[in-house]
């Protein structure tokens, strides 16, 4: 099996727990691939040969990022409701079904061009691993198409036919759930691998919520949960009762929320994005993490809410705005991103150690601190997925 060394790494962030700090930095450092996986990893003087010699140059290599959270599978186009809002037109829910009926209308072939363009952007600024989630079909036929051309470019497919009520379902809501619960699920579960209930005012309440999550867990989905969004509400709540692996957005979090995020140690993934694209206040990483609760960013890519694919911004996002360290936001996109997808295994990702799948990213940068430092400036000069370099 042919090897790799990279050599010349200025600061390697490993995420390793044995190392020292939150990062576990490594200077002057080397990474030996082998296969797909990381085989080594230590000071560049005590590297091993290898068959291929990369040399950074100096520069700072990270675990590839991890982007728990996106809607890629969709049609049309939302900028006057982006522009509408940067006019002072509060975000709404509703929304979503603009993108519904573009959706509904797109053949398949589109739809896969434009979410296998969403993730090449991504793969471009260092997203090695996405979800992806449905929920812009809100059809049985629609939403197991939006999973099937999903599961063609991730393994990381979320049934979320349970994102708003379609229209035409507006005055018997319950009845939509039990088109979500049944023959929606049926049709969907082959494609997915987690199930999602956006717990919110204006789309679905905590019984609903409830009712979707255990439908999808009996037919071998597990849970993620969109809540505190628009409004504190008992989603977050819900999310660790039933032990999710995370619950997303948490904007609004009541003193409850908090505690609860930190006694049933379920991830807070945020989305900074979000807010900078609403104009809604930033969620406070600081008090959660402060407060022992597990943090993760993730891009929360759509068409409506937050447009966009990258990782770097949503990382400068959180530092800026949300009193993250730019340590604690590299690990938010890295190894507790993983943890959030149930990737952090000792053959996952999130962490440059051996047997974890080698999948890194090299800045043109000395440090990790410059995803930050130079916010909107494309700093990954490379990228590595399954051992291969593929930007």
């Not at 990062?23 to 005590?46: F, K, N, Q, S």
């Not at 497919?157 to 929606?184: K, S």
């Not at 410059?370 to 494309?378: D, M, T």
Request: hydrophobic share 45%.
């Amino acid at each position: 099996m042919s090897t790799t060394v990279i050599t010349g790494i200025g600061e390697l962030v490993t995420n390793d727990p044995a190392r020292e700090g939150v990062l576990g930095l490594v200077t002057d450092a080397a990474v030996v691939i082998e296969g797909d996986r990381v085989a080594w990893v230590g000071r560049a003087a005590e590297a091993p040969a290898a068959d291929v010699a990369v040399d950074a140059g100096g520069r700072a290599v990270l675990p590839g990022f991890v982007d728990s959270h996106s809607h890629l599978v969709f049609a049309g186009d939302r900028a006057e409701e982006f522009a509408a809002r940067m006019s002072g037109t509060p975000y709404a829910a509703g929304g979503i079904r603009t993108s519904v009926a573009a959706t509904r209308a797109a053949p398949d072939e589109l739809l896969l061009s434009r979410a296998a363009q969403l993730v090449q952007e991504m793969l471009r600024q260092g997203t090695t691993t996405v979800e992806i989630k449905s929920g812009y079909g809100l059809t049985t036929r629609d939403e197991a198409r939006s999973l099937a051309v999903a599961r063609q470019l991730t393994e990381h497919t979320t049934f979320l036919g349970a994102h708003v009520v379609p229209e035409e379902h507006a005055d018997d809501p319950d009845a939509y759930v039990e088109l979500v619960t049944g023959p929606m699920l049926e049709a969907c579960a082959p494609h997915a691998r987690w199930i999602d209930v956006f717990c919110e005012t204006g789309a679905f309440d905590v019984d609903q919520a409830r009712a979707v999550l255990d439908a999808g867990e009996a037919a071998g989905l597990r849970g993620r949960l969109h809540a505190g969004q628009l409004g504190p509400g008992p989603g977050v709540r819900l999310a660790c009762e039933r032990g999710l692996l995370a619950v997303d957005h948490c904007t609004y979090l009541e003193a409850a929320d908090v505690e609860a995020l930190r006694e049933s140690g379920t991830i807070a993934t945020l989305l900074p994005g979000v807010e900078f694209s609403t104009s809604q206040p930033y969620p406070d990483a600081r008090a959660l993490l402060d407060a022992g609760v597990r943090v993760a960013l993730a891009s929360d890519c759509n068409p409506g809410s937050c447009f966009t694919s990258s990782i770097p911004l949503c990382v400068a996002l959180a530092v800026r705005e949300m009193g993250m360290t730019p340590a604690e936001a590299v690990h938010a996109v890295t190894a507790t991103a993983a943890a959030a997808l149930d990737e952090d295994g000792p053959r996952g990702v999130g962490r440059i150690v051996p047997g974890r799948r080698a999948d890194l990213v090299l800045l043109d940068a000395p440090s990790h601190v410059h995803l930050a430092y130079r916010p909107g400036v494309p700093l990954v000069a490379g990228v590595w997925q399954k051992g291969r370099p593929v930007v």
